[in-house]
């Protein structure tokens, strides 16, 4: 089935700093998602984005399916920002998602 | 809309008890999923559910686990017996489709399950 990989696995940065994560997936796909897992554990969507570039706020997603991966990136970081990144794909073109490990990102005040 | 609805949201039981979980999906979504997370194993798919029907529950961990969806807006997870390593958090999810194109899912809260 579909492998999908995240770098870096951890990530400490100081507020105001900016970040870029990465997920790469090892078979075309139709759909991707990115999610924010926050400290009290909610998983909350932040892209659905199978191609190109998207923006919201201080955050921003780009996938080049051709190559087969997606990155995040986060501007001007908050201490609210920190928790646990996933990206998700589905596998076998279903609807069924496969999870990365996820980047846990830190961000200090 | 109020999101994708979970409960309860803490249970603590002990090994061998039934332990019964609660999802109602976003109105008008087709699909619905039940997802384990572990430290272990990560975010995993149990099951998933299309306009009530079982799609595919390949991700049951066994026979102990069965789900159903008796209507559009309900869906159960249930645990017979209970064993301290199906401690986790269960997630539930919602997502429509629009002839053949699918969109994303939304999570629900979770509920963090401990088998003592």
């Known amino acids: 089935g579909i492998q999908v990989e995240q770098s870096p696995p951890d990530l400490i940065l100081q507020e105001g700093a900016n970040s870029t994560l990465r997920c790469n997936f090892s078979?075309?796909?139709?759909?991707l998602q990115w999610f924010h897992q926050n400290p009290w554990g909610q998983l909350i969507n932040l892209f659905y984005?199978?191609?190109g570039t998207k923006q919201n706020g201080r955050l921003s997603a780009t996938t080049v399916a051709t190559e087969r991966y997606s990155l995040l990136y986060i501007s001007s970081s908050q201490t609210t920002d920190s928790g646990v990144y996933f990206c998700a794909v589905p596998r076998d073109g279903a609807q069924k998602l496969v999870f990365g490990q996820g980047t846990r990102l830190t961000i200090n005040p | 809309d109020a999101g994708v609805i979970q409960s309860p949201r803490h249970e603590v039981t002990e090994m061998g008890q039934e332990v019964t979980l609660r999802c109602k999906p976003i109105?008008?979504?087709?699909?619905l999923f039940w997802y384990r997370q572990t430290m272990m194993r990560g975010l995993e798919l149990l099951i998933y559910f299309n306009n009530n029907v079982p799609i595919d529950d390949s991700g049951m961990p066994e026979d102990r686990f069965s789900a159903k969806m008796p209507n559009a807006s309900f869906s159960t997870l249930k645990i017979q017996p209970s064993e301290p390593r199906d401690s986790a958090v269960y997630f539930c999810a919602s997502s429509m489709t629009s002839g053949r194109l699918s969109y994303e899912q939304y999570f629900g809260p979770g509920t963090r399950l401990t088998v003592t």
């Open positions: 109105s008008g979504h087709d699909y």
């Open positions: 984005i199978p191609s």
């Open positions: 078979d075309s796909v139709n759909n």
